[in-house]
């Protein structure tokens, strides 16, 4: 794990989004919220789960702090949540550009809701972040399943050949 392998992931996650958003833009306001099953109850709450997450891991690393976990209530549109995005998505950004590759080695201690002092590197961190946008990206790919909107791929080797510019099949 380096700096451009997070940036990498991070860069990845950002592209799935934005894909993402493209189709829940479709959703009427009551569908965003709807509870439907899988995730974390609703588009929304999902949605907002993954920022809160990002956000937290992100303060631990030594980002922005990001306070109080975020709460679904807090971000009752759709544009509440795209600027909330769009707000962890630049300290995502700055945070990994200001990495060197002993940061992403060091050792950093936290807490849980379960256990204080764990130790972690990190880049072990910072990656278990972009990984749990992925886990929570796929359970809204399906929540829009549900709702009869069919999101496009968001697979990371769609995600190189859109880079790249080619068809990946």
């Known amino acids: 794990m380096n700096v451009n ?6 860069d990845y ?7 993402l958003m493209s189709v829940i833009e479709r959703l009427r306001p009551e569908e965003f919220t ?3 099953a899988g995730g974390k109850g609703s588009i929304r709450n999902t949605l907002v ?10 303060a631990r690393c030594g980002g922005p ?7 679904a209530q807090d971000f009752p549109t759709l544009a509440s949540v795209k600027d909330a995005r769009k ?14 590759e002993e940061d992403v080695e060091r050792t950093i201690t936290y807490s849980s809701d379960d256990h204080d002092n764990l130790n972690m590197r990190l880049g072990e961190m910072m990656e278990h972040a972009a990984n749990h946008g ?6 809204v790919s399906l929540m829009l399943r549900m709702l009869g909107q069919a999101p496009e791929d968001i697979d990371l080797l769609m995600h190189y050949a859109d880079k790249r510019g ?4």
């Open 87 to 100: 707000q962890v998505d630049q300290h995502v950004i700055d945070f990994l550009a200001s990495l060197s």
């Open 49 to 58: 789960h993954i920022l809160s997450a990002e956000s937290g891991w992100l």
């Open 65 to 71: 702090e990001r306070g109080p976990r975020l709460n």
């Open 166 to 169: 080619v068809i990946a099949w």
């Open 134 to 139: 992925v886990h929570h990206r796929g359970q």
């Open 5 to 10: 392998d997070l940036r990498s992931r991070y």
């Open 13 to 19: 996650g950002r592209w799935a989004n934005d894909r």
């Open 34 to 36: 709807r509870d439907i």
